[in-house]
């Protein structure tokens, strides 16, 4: 009974992998904005206060490689924690942020009838210009999944633990 409960539990706890990225496709849209629109919800916690996964264990390092060898995408942020989040149930909002300062913030795992990804962040690569990428997405475990913005771009996985 014991080792049932403990599988239970340990069920809960997922990788939770982000790679955010500028791109600078040509386009005619207007997406500036001035201010931050982020809707910040009640008790967001900063990924430093999770595990980190270390970065030989991330599931998502060779699409980094790839990112990162092309020059028409700037890697910004590749972060990975692990974070337990109950069944039928909101996990915690996580910050996000590089130490630049261009990448803002958060993302939210929702475990229901479906998995569900929520990502609210601003890139801001100039003072007073924001560009927004707000997105709930419903994902599979252990897939690659790219959230698209014409200014910036995420590639995310959630993998059980």
Do not use: C
């Not at 910050?95 to 479906?114: A, I, K, M, T």
């Amino acid at each position: 009974m014991v080792l049932a409960t403990f599988s239970a539990l340990a069920a809960d706890r997922y990788q939770i992998e982000l790679i955010v990225f500028a791109q600078n496709p040509p386009n005619t849209e207007w997406l500036d904005q001035t201010q931050s629109l982020i809707e910040w919800p009640p008790g967001v916690v900063d990924v430093s206060a999770f595990a980190p996964v270390s970065r030989q264990n991330r599931l998502l390092n060779t699409a980094y490689g790839v990112l990162s060898g092309n020059a028409s995408y700037r890697p910004l942020l590749h972060v990975a924690w692990i974070q337990a989040i109950d069944p039928d149930n909101i996990g915690e909002a996580v910050r996000v942020r590089d130490s630049e300062g261009l990448v803002n913030g958060f993302v939210r795992v929702q475990r229901g009838q479906y998995l569900n990804l929520i990502v609210d962040l601003e890139y801001q690569p100039d003072a007073g210009r924001y560009y927004r990428l707000h997105e709930k997405r419903r994902i599979k475990f252990n897939e690659t999944h790219y959230l698209d913005h014409p200014k910036l771009g995420v590639v995310a996985r959630v993998s059980p633990r």
